[in-house]
């Protein structure tokens, strides 16, 4: 396994672990935003942002996957699933950059970075809490394909973790 694909199975991991805990008393605790933390940490030290590039393209792959994988089982498209997220977290108040930056993944390489570059210019903080609501959102999805009898949580892992390694 490649580094970069150990850097974003272990975010996927922190965020699959953590949707099994009561949430910590500070956002910052949760073992995702340690995992984007450190990292942020390490780039700034290198004076560049290549480990966050990494993690935010690596965990969108897994989110984009997954969202084509519960779709097709809804017998929707990717779009109208990504609508329904949408919905819900306009109907909450969340305002989030989640559903641009799935259908960013979904339309390629030039869309995604456009997008990631723009969040990150714009406001640092929001591009590491758009990695770590991937993270959460991917290990949602995972634990969604379990519960629907889809694919077990292992199997999910395992091929999400091909997939990585099959992007470099």
């Known amino acids: 396994m490649s580094s970069n694909t150990m850097l974003v199975m272990e975010l996927l991991h922190a965020s699959h672990t953590a949707q099994q805990k009561p949430p910590p008393a500070h956002r910052l605790d949760s073992p995702a935003c340690r995992v984007v933390s450190r990292e942020a940490r390490k780039d ?74 723009g969040i990150f210019v714009r406001d640092q903080g929001a591009f590491m809490d758009l990695i770590v609501e991937l993270g959460d959102y991917a290990a949602t999805c995972v634990s969604a394909l379990a519960a629907l009898d889809i694919s077990p949580v292992d199997e999910t892992l395992a091929e999400l973790e091909i997939t990585l390694n099959e992007l470099g």
């Open 44 to 117: 700034a030290d290198d004076g560049g942002m290549q480990r966050l590039n990494i993690l935010a393209v690596g965990i969108g792959v897994c989110a984009t996957d997954l969202t084509f994988v519960l779709a097709e089982h809804k017998k929707i498209t990717a779009e109208a699933l990504i609508d329904e997220l949408a919905a819900g977290h306009a109907k909450a108040g969340h305002a989030t950059e989640l559903p641009a930056a799935l259908r960013a993944m979904g339309k390629g390489v030039e869309a995604t970075a456009e997008l990631f570059a």
